[in-house]
């Protein structure tokens, strides 16, 4: 009886053990994008205002969807506006904002300098952030670089 108390407490301490050193099952955190800069997985992104969205959503597919795509997963001529870079840790607001007024040259990138994007004023950025950042909260990130 003594030998099967053993045997038991060691067999439970093994299994313990490689619980500790190799991970204890599916880690929901593990499986989503990881920011390469920041290291996280997981953002509070607000849920946005609907009114605002809708209309960043016209906005959206007037000024960026030709680039960025209408489902914002990117084209082959511009970046997926849902990879984990542009999350609001890493690309804030006003990175966006300064983006669409300035244009941007690639620094994640291999497609290229953006280039401004004329006739968007103020209150249309307030709504096409407004639209991304739905957008992001909902469907979430996708990992980068794109596998």
């Known amino acids: 009886m003594r030998r ?8 439970v301490v093994l299994v313990a053990v490689g619980i500790v050193a190799f991970g204890g099952g599916d ?7 990881r920011d390469p800069m920041t290291g996280k ?8 205002d609907p009114v605002l969205v809708a209309e ?11 680039c960025h795509g209408a489902d914002l997963r990117g084209t082959a001529v511009g ?3 849902l990879s984990i870079i542009y999350n609001p840790d890493h690309h804030g607001d006003r990175a966006f904002a300064s983006a669409v007024v300035n244009g941007v040259e690639a620094h994640h990138w291999n497609f290229g300098d953006m280039p401004p994007v004329a006739g968007i004023s103020e209150a249309d950025f307030v709504r096409l952030i407004a639209f991304i950042r739905e957008r992001q909260r909902l469907d979430g990130f996708e990992a ?3 596998p």
């Open 144 to 146: 980068y670089p794109p």
């Open 27 to 33: 880690d929901a955190s593990s499986a989503l994008p």
């Open 56 to 66: 960043g959503a016209a906005i959206y597919q007037a000024s960026c969807a030709s």
């Open 79 to 81: 970046p997926s506006h």
């Open 4 to 11: 099967l108390l053993v045997a038991t407490g060691i067999s």
């Open 41 to 48: 997985t997981e953002f509070d992104i607000p849920v946005q």
